[in-house]
Structure formats: C-alpha cells, structure tokens
C-alpha cells in the first residue's frame, strides 16, 4: 500500500531539511565564533540566501548549524528516554507488586510536574552544558514511552507464548529480552518519534529563555532568541526562517508518526 500524498511530502520534507542540517555545516566548515560586521544586517539576496545576522554570520549556514544542533538534541533525547521508559516499562509491568507500584507512583508524581519548569531547574544548575540539556529532556519525557510499555506487558504477561516459555524453563530475565522486549519494540519506535518534535521544542524554549545553549552554539532556540532585539530593527528574516524550520519539522514527524501509528493499529486489527 502507497502511503499518502501527505505522508510522502512529510517524509521528503523530512530528507530536504536532515541534509541541509547536516551537510551544509560540513561542506562549507565555517567557524561560528568569527563575526564579518561589515556585511551585517543585510537583507536576503544581497546577503545571501537568507540573509545575515547582526554579526555578519551567513544566515543560511546558520540556521543550518543550529537545525544539526537541535536535531541532534532531539535524537538523542528521543532514544534516551525510549530506553529508559522501556526499561522502567517493562520492569513495571513483569514485576508487579511493590516494584510496579513505585514506577506507577514514580510516574505519576513525573508527569504531574511542569516539564519546562524542571527543565528550567536542571538546567540553571549547569548552564551552557549540552549533557545537562539533554539529561534534563531525557528526565522528562520518558513517562508516556513507560506508560504504553507498562500496559503493553501486563497485557502479554498470560500470553499463551509466554506461559510455554515459563513452562520450558526460560528464566525471567530470558522471557524479557527474547519475548518482551521485541514485543514492545513497535510502540516504543512509534513513541520514539513523536518525542522528536516534542524535545525540539523544549530545547529550543530553554535556549530561548537564555539558560539552554550558550549564544556561540547556534539551535533554533538561540536563533530565535538572537531575533526578538532584530525585529525593532526591521530584520524580519531572522525571526522567519529559523521558524519555519521549526513548523517545518514538526508538523513532517507529527504526520509521519501518525502515519506509522495508524499502520501499527491496522496490524495489530488484522491479527
């Protein structure tokens, strides 16, 4: 079955933007720290592409710089926190009693808290440092991927497979990692990718209220920072650009991930 008109244009989207993040910083190696005054301000077309920033810095090798940034933020915050809901997830739901309890409560008091705002507080702790931004998205976004691994298992727990697989002799670590995991692999891959957008954004708030990454490591969220004191100015392209960059990701994975977790659905019905 050929996916959607939608669907093929997010994923096209999605291949235009990862290459342009990731390829233009390398092909052109340009140092972020030097500032070129001389050619600041200008406007796109006669500054280029996309025009350049208040230090001179090309606007298109930027926005560039700082998308590979918060893309790669957001990978790696995506994968942390699918690992680590899937751990607690599965440890929940094959444990039970006091063990399960303490992840539900765990949970629950997690998810009952501002997101940005312990962002916020991890953060100020270290600021400027990229492991503090990343550990800080990872605590907070691992909750939903152990909440649908957690109901996933206690639903496979009496499985007729795995009863057999008691029965044989497997201990419970084997039954975890040869029939549980696999099993919760397809709903945390879904989940993983939803993350994508969702710690985008939180990166991009951090950086925007001054505390994520310093100035000299562009992500959107600086970017966007950088162009509150340019619009006074007129300098509109600044603010434009990193954004629809932004939306651009965003509503590309948000349709792609829809789309994978409605094939998932429609597998799981023909069973």
Do not use: C
């Not at 994968?79 to 751990?87: A, P």
């Amino acid at each position: 079955m050929w996916p959607s008109p939608a669907v093929s244009i997010a994923w096209a989207v999605l291949m235009l933007i990862g290459g342009y993040a990731f390829i233009v910083p390398w092909v052109t190696n340009v140092d972020p720290l030097s500032a070129d005054f001389a050619r600041s301000g200008l406007a796109p077309g006669a500054g280029g592409l996309f025009g350049t920033d208040s230090a001179g810095h090309d606007l298109f090798i930027r926005v560039a710089t700082g998308l590979r940034i918060s893309l790669t933020i957001a990978l790696t915050t995506a994968v942390g926190s699918s690992l680590f809901g899937m751990l607690l997830g599965i440890l929940a739901g094959m444990t039970g009693g006091w063990v399960d309890r303490t992840i539900t409560r765990l949970m629950d008091g997690m998810n009952a808290l501002p997101h940005v705002l312990l962002g916020v507080i991890i953060v100020s702790l270290f600021r400027g440092s990229l492991l503090a931004i990343v550990a800080s998205l990872v605590l907070t976004h691992w909750i939903q991927i152990a909440r649908i691994v957690r109901a996933q298992i206690l639903g496979l727990r009496h499985a007729e497979y795995v009863e057999a697989a008691w029965l044989s002799g497997m201990s419970r670590w084997q039954i975890i990692w040869y029939h549980l995991v696999p099993a919760s692999l397809g709903q945390s891959m879904i989940g993983l990718v939803l993350l994508i957008p969702h710690a985008i954004w939180h990166e991009s708030t951090l950086s925007f209220l001054g505390i994520g990454l310093p100035v000299h490591k562009a992500s959107l969220g600086t970017l966007l920072a950088d162009a509150q004191g340019a619009l006074l100015l007129g300098q509109w392209w600044l603010l434009v650009f990193p954004s629809l960059f932004l939306i651009a990701v965003t509503l590309s994975i948000g349709i792609v991930g829809t789309n994978l977790t409605g094939r998932m659905n429609g597998v799981r019905g023909s069973i």
